[in-house]
């Protein structure tokens, strides 16, 4: 009877260790995406907040108050534009609505610029929605690889190492920072993704298809490049449904009301569904001519941007996430699983169909970027097969080096998120002449193609490191030591998760409370009163 009912409370325990868990490493993602608040003028993003502010504000597209605060803009018909794919700016209407009535005390965002550039506080509006459309996203993405890797086989710690990995060892990290389009885009496609994941493993009833269009249309209209990744998925689903056409027709229905949105906008502010900001760029003059080249600024590979964003010291993201390394002999094991050819077959396709992308898109190198950030929404993909190289039974080999790997990761990508979320193009070799001398105390020198001369190699210099604006600034901590506060409260979370793990996972715990009370109670004796 014992066993039967401790086999009943095994299922629930599972799922509220899964959970416990999951929400562990979504709360140590939101920590560290939010402990950062980047100020000062940021074009990308400023670019997106403005279109959402002159609809709330003005009731209209165009941004023409706002024009001179940012250099991603379109033109059109007299009128200037964010020249951004409009999907994060529109889905961030309901959050800017809140904030100007709590946090703006009822004025428009242009209020803000009305003071001096060093008074100005327009970066908490800005804050608060990178927190909501980048930071919640990278943690939910996260939560989604700890799902899958469970699938994969790959146990609870293993699992929990790469899913922080992701967030905290990647460019993933900055870009969770800033509002940005790619993490959510990122999200939406990781969700499509594993919608029809569960609907290949009959987890969910075909009409769950509609979730997974409606999430790669909101992808499209957020970071329009991501149709690429869209087209493979549905590729995807006709490849794994018994019913294809009703899985691409369910598919093409629920992308079509985000399509459609994005259409509309198109229409209202570019005079065309088809057209958009990046046809009407009214920014510096590279960006035109750029943009002019090939198809919207995609031609063929460029040889240095092959190497530049691959090893090389600008824009190198092997160099700032050594762990993706072993995306390569993780494919090689997960296509030795039959069981997972579709995955393969659309992870590998996804990497490596969008990183030729990347590199022939005329600016490769992100302009103010940390890593090769157009890669960004392609990312999961190529952290998902380093599983097959702990999975239980593999040899030890391959476990050291994902943990090593892992840890240089996190400790590279936590000091560059630390010292600015994204660096200038002036800096060629940024490790060196940026994050190292930000972190020694001393001025950073792009004319230095390694560290600067002016960098002294003392512990104390930590203690004058000159980091991005943080939350240990305000207990007045100095240099290094402002992530102390961030580092302790991970840690708190990390043993809480631990303990919690432990107290799930302990026999008596599996119990309903009675059944433990008679587990304890000793049995009678042979000749005594039943």
Partial sequence: ???????????????????????????????????FVPRGPMWNADSRVFLTASIVDRGRLDIDPFATNTGDVAYFHGHYYSDKAPGASLFALPVYVVLKYTLLGGKPYSALFAVPESQRLDFLPRYI???????????????????????????????????????????????????????????????????????????????????????????????????????????????????????????????????????????????????????????????????????????????????????GPYRGLLLLSPVLLLAIPGFVLLFRRSQWRPEFWLWLSSVVIYYAFTVSYFQWDGGNSVGPRHYLPVLPFLVLPIGELVRAGRPVIWRAATAALAGVSIVIMGLVTATGPLFNPVFKAPLTQWVLPSLLGAAPDPSHPGRSPAVSWTASGLLHAQLDNNWGMLLRLPGILQLAPLASAVALVALWSWWRARRLTHPSNALPTPTRIAAAAPAPSEGGIV
């Fill in 1 to 35: 009877m014992q066993e039967t009912l401790a086999a009943t409370a095994q299922a629930p325990s599972r799922r509220a260790r899964q959970i416990s868990g999951a929400g562990a490493i979504l709360l140590i993602v939101v920590l560290a995406t939010t402990y």
């Fill in 129 to 311: 929605l990178a927190f909501v459309f980048a930071g919640l996203p990278t943690g939910s993405i996260c939560m989604l690889l700890y799902y899958l890797l469970a699938v994969q086989g790959v146990s609870r710690g293993w699992r929990t190492l790469l899913a922080l990995t992701y967030g905290l060892g990647t460019i993933a990290l900055p870009f969770a920072t800033v509002f940005f389009g790619h993490q959510l885009a990122a999200a939406c496609l990781c969700g499509a993704f594993v919608v029809l994941f569960r609907l290949r493993r009959g987890e969910l009833a075909p009409r769950y298809a509609l979730a997974a269009g409606a999430l790669a249309g909101c992808a499209i209209i957020t970071e329009y490049p991501t149709a690429i990744i869209a087209v493979l998925l549905a590729g995807y689903a006709l490849a794994t449904s018994a019913q294809r056409q009703r899985a691409l027709l369910l598919l093409g229905i629920g992308a079509l009301p985000p399509l459609a949105l994005a259409a509309g906008y198109n229409l209202l502010a570019f005079g065309s569904p088809l057209s958009q900001g990046y046809a009407h760029l009214a920014g510096p003059s590279a960006f035109q001519v750029g943009q002019a080249q090939g198809l919207m600024g995609i031609t063929t590979p460029h040889w240095d941007a092959i190497w530049q964003t691959s090893f």
